[in-house]
């Protein structure tokens, strides 16, 4: 009997062979092909489409607003309606598009410092227009705003004057006045309304510079709510916007389609035949892998 003893098989660990059933064998050629499906997951969700959370309550009733994955609205955001970008960057490449108004877009903070990092408001105002804000309505170069349908007819956004105003009007609403108390200390909103302490008449406060938008949150006090919006910190360069937000894909009993993108042969082919396609080539591979071995059997 032969000294010599053939080794028997390292049988690997159990974690690697659940990892391998999932991402096949670990050869060059099956890491080129995850590689390039990571690419382009991250070249969609850099420049085409991605989901956005809701920080605030600003664009109540339309969206709610609330980190808890249960509660608060999760949107959809086009990100190459308005042109291309670096992924994960605000340096542009080239542009095709332009907000319109009331569209409802997703953009970095202008504040560096805020705890917030991505924003969703509805712009009002477009470059180069006079915005001021009178008796709760918006007016555009000296002309009322109407506001959209989805709105409530009783939206009223505030300036400071219509603050003063109220607070002196419900002065025997003592959490009312509180609350209109608390919102002019905390924010004193200076773009965009009517000239008051503090706020002068120039162009400066009142038209939007070229590449800058004006925008406003959905609630308002008539709700008993304040937006911190471009009443506060001013105006949105184009650089920050992300890009338009066209449904609430979270939570499902609140799904809504708000541009009708998901209605078109294109978007349908985005949300749809993209995750359909990956999925697809992940089965052929698997077929293929699995002919391949019956064939060596």
């Avoid at 994955?69 to 291309?84: A, C, E, H, I």
């Avoid at 505030?158 to 025997?172: G, L, S």
Wanted: proline letters at 8%; one cysteine or more.
């Amino acid at each position: 009997m032969s000294d010599q003893h053939e080794a028997a098989p390292t049988r690997r660990p159990l974690w690697m062979r659940l990892l391998q059933s999932f991402t096949g064998p670990w050869t060059r050629r099956n890491l080129l092909g995850w590689l390039a499906v990571f690419g382009l997951f991250l070249f969609l969700k850099g420049c085409v489409i991605d989901q956005f959370t809701v920080p605030t309550g600003s664009m109540e009733p339309t969206i709610h607003g609330d980190p808890n994955f249960f509660r608060g609205d999760r949107v959809l955001v086009n990100k190459w309606l308005y042109g291309l970008r670096i992924p994960f960057t605000t340096r542009w490449l080239c542009h095709w598009g332009a907000p319109k108004r009331w569209d409802i877009v997703v953009f970095r903070h202008p504040d560096p410092t805020s705890p917030h990092r991505h924003l969703i408001k509805r712009v009002v105002a477009l470059p180069g227009e006079r915005v001021v804000l009178h008796h709760g309505r918006v007016t555009i170069d000296g002309e009322e705003l109407p506001l959209p349908p989805e709105l409530p007819p009783d939206t009223y956004y505030v300036n400071n004057v219509d603050m003063q105003a109220m607070i002196v009007r419900w002065e025997d609403s003592i959490e009312q006045r509180a609350f209109l108390s608390m919102v002019q200390s905390e924010y004193p909103m200076r773009y965009g309304v009517e000239p008051a302490p503090g706020v002068a008449p120039a162009d400066e406060y009142c038209v939007v510079p070229d590449n800058c938008y004006y925008v406003l949150g959905d609630n308002s006090v008539s709700a008993g709510q304040f937006s911190v919006d471009s009443r506060v910190w001013g105006w949105v360069p184009r650089e920050n916007l992300l890009g338009r937000a066209f449904s609430v894909w979270w939570p499902w009993e609140r799904r809504r389609d708000f541009t009708g993108f998901s209605k078109t042969w294109w978007g349908a082919a985005l949300l749809y035949g993209i995750p359909g396609c990956i999925v697809l080539y992940e089965v052929v591979q698997r077929w293929r892998r699995r002919r391949s071995r019956q064939r060596a059997e």
